[in-house]
């Protein structure tokens, strides 16, 4: 069973991500979509009186439980009427704190593809606060979908990659299956220097690692490497960017201050996060 997993708040993000996980899932032959809600009340909540000098009771605490139960039902129903209706559509709700929650609904449900909304303004949305430590500790692939960025088949992706450590391009293998995922054109986007060796045998090693895929293969001598990717991505009308795992991808690399800033300086298309 092909399964998407969106953690969800009551965010504008949440509410775009809805949208786009719903046409999403149209080209993509997922079955199930799972809406995971966070609700977790910390002992401290509990016991000491908030900034406005509020003290949760077990009564408080039950009130806003029911509230959180609702909103999610209201969301899973807001998306089985945009969804095909052979998609089963799931809510969860856990105590957890929300990275927590997020690896525990993992192991128990193996989703494809974890599904995150990203605010940049970072204004109501606590998952956009924590995508970064999220994305990072998540074993399954995550896809970060913008606030503004409303959904269109993804056919082209650009894939930053160093070919000097060319076999990390083998994560795409498990991609390659259009009825399991995605089977976009690659833009493979060269951000370090050119590698050693002749083209006849990069060549053939793509030829290998990226059979069945049509791509192309490109040089960026942008010094900036996040500014070259995203210039490179808008350029050439790619729907979507793809991060390869491990040490030799992009994503990695950065700082979680350059990580912030990739992500705003890319408010107009997903980022595929591999893993």
Not at 113 to 120: A, E, H, Q
Not at 216 to 236: C, L, M, T, W
Not at 246 to 255: A, C, D, Q
Request: glycine fraction near 4%; charged fraction near 25%.
């Amino acid at each position: 069973m092909k399964t998407l997993l969106i953690p969800v708040d009551s965010s504008e993000a949440t509410e775009n991500v809805i949208k786009y996980a719903a046409d999403f899932s149209c080209d993509t032959h997922v079955d199930r979509i799972i809406l995971l809600k966070s609700y977790y009340v910390s002992v401290y909540a509990q016991l000491l009186p908030s900034a406005d000098f509020v003290q949760l009771n077990a009564e408080d605490i039950d009130e806003e439980r029911q509230k959180v139960v609702d909103d999610l039902k209201s969301l899973g129903q807001e998306l089985v009427k945009k969804c095909n209706p052979s998609i089963k559509i799931k809510t969860a709700i856990s105590e957890l704190p929300l990275i927590r929650a997020i690896h525990q609904i993992i192991a128990n449900e193996q989703p494809y593809v974890l599904m995150i909304g990203n605010d940049t303004s970072l204004d109501d949305s606590y998952i956009a606060e924590q995508l970064i430590a999220i994305a990072k500790t998540s074993t399954v692939p995550v896809l970060i979908v913008p606030s503004t960025v409303k959904y269109k088949k993804i056919e082209r992706t650009v894939v930053p990659c160093d070919l000097s450590a060319i076999s990390r391009l083998n994560a795409l293998q498990g991609f390659r299956d259009p009825t399991r995922f995605l089977h976009p054109d690659l833009m493979i986007l060269n951000v370090g220097p050119k590698p050693k060796g002749s083209d006849e045998h990069l060549a053939a090693s793509l030829a290998g690692l990226l059979d069945g895929y049509k791509y192309e293969v490109y040089y960026s001598e942008d010094k900036d490497i996040v500014h070259g990717i995203v210039n490179f991505a808008a350029r050439n009308h790619a729907q979507m960017i793809t991060a390869l795992p491990g040490k030799y991808s992009f994503f990695s690399n950065l700082t979680h201050r350059s990580i912030t800033k990739a992500l705003a300086l890319n408010a107009d298309r997903p980022v595929l996060i591999l893993k």
